[in-house]
């Protein structure tokens, strides 16, 4: 696995056109850690395709706890990108409601609010700032915090 790792980041590197096509590969391997490596490479990737595997990683909803894991390295990956077709996705599960058949959620909101400072467009502060004003006391808190943390920073 770590040869396959530096191999896969080699080519992202160099931004091979194989890059893509092993990326997409080893995003879809069944074994968790495998997949969870190459999602976190996808961040150094410009590719649309990666982009559209990603938020389709975040679309769909299994209980296992390892798709947990995978679905918060894609919203890291999608961060790295800062590709703004992200928000609406992003948007969608922020506005999503706990409930038994979605563990993890407010796990994943929480470090989808904690990336938002990450992409270059008006449309992430915007997101912020609603999500400041949630009846969602932990999401609510989490966007406030992190409005005042960018405000801090200049951003």
């Not at 080519?11 to 590969?25: A, G, K, Q």
């Not at 490596?37 to 975040?58: D, F, R």
């Not at 706890?65 to 077709?85: E, F, I, Q, W």
């Amino acid at each position: 696995p770590k040869v396959r790792h530096n191999v896969l980041e080699t080519h992202l590197h160099f931004n091979s056109p194989e890059s893509v096509r092993l990326l997409l590969r080893e995003m879809k391997n069944s074994d968790p850690d495998t997949r969870i490596n190459a999602i976190q490479l996808a961040g150094k990737s410009t590719s649309l395709e990666i982009v559209s595997h990603l938020l389709s990683l975040l679309q769909r909803w299994r209980i296992a706890p390892s798709h947990l894991a995978v679905r918060k390295a894609a919203v890291g990956a999608l961060a790295d990108m800062g590709n703004s077709t992200a928000i609406p996705v992003l948007e969608a599960i922020l506005s999503k409601r706990k409930t038994l058949f979605r563990p993890g959620l407010v796990q994943l909101q929480v470090d989808i609010i904690t990336t938002l400072d990450r992409y270059p467009c008006h449309s992430a502060r915007l997101l912020l700032e609603k999500t400041a004003r949630s009846r969602n006391a932990v999401l609510a808190q989490a966007a406030s915090e992190k409005l005042r943390s960018m405000e801090g920073s200049g951003a």
